[in-house]
Nanobody, 119 residues
Framework: QVHLVESGGGLVQPGGSLRLSCVAS????????MDWYRQAPGREREWVAA???????NYADSVQGRFTISRANAKNTVYLQMNSLKPEDTAVYYC?????????????WGQGTQVTVSS
């Protein structure tokens, strides 16, 4: 199991920026994918962005062009740079590590960090 700790959330005005960090308890180089999800009050958890072990990235349409996912393997850390934030980005943001062991997928989650976009 990979232990994940998110940080970097907070209160920001619309149009502002935040950078979230997710520190893993082990080397993330060979992890199948590292993802960010978010969950707003009263809504289901939704996928936001992913970075694969090979370095390719994918984004939800709602954040494409505003958010950037990256990683620092030497620090076992994945980042989510969020720019041009909107009130609808308000949510608890979660980091997920997806591992593949003998063809079986395993998901490990962090505890989440709150992001509030409000004037």
């Amino acid at each position: 199991q990979v232990h994940l700790v998110e940080s970097g959330g907070g209160l920001v005005q619309p149009g502002g920026s935040l950078r979230l960090s997710c520190v893993a308890s082990e080397n993330i180089f060979n992890i199948y994918s590292m993802d960010w999800y978010r969950q707003a009050p009263g809504r289901e958890r939704e996928w936001v962005a992913a970075i694969m072990s090979g370095g390719s990235t994918n984004y939800a349409d709602s954040v494409q062009g505003r958010f950037t996912i990256s990683r620092a393997n030497a620090k076992n850390t994945v980042y989510l740079q969020m720019n041009s934030l909107k009130p609808e980005d308000t949510a608890v943001y979660y980091c997920r590590a997806r591992r593949v062991v003998y063809g079986v997928y395993y998901n490990d989650w962090g505890q989440g960090t709150q992001v509030t976009v409000s004037s």
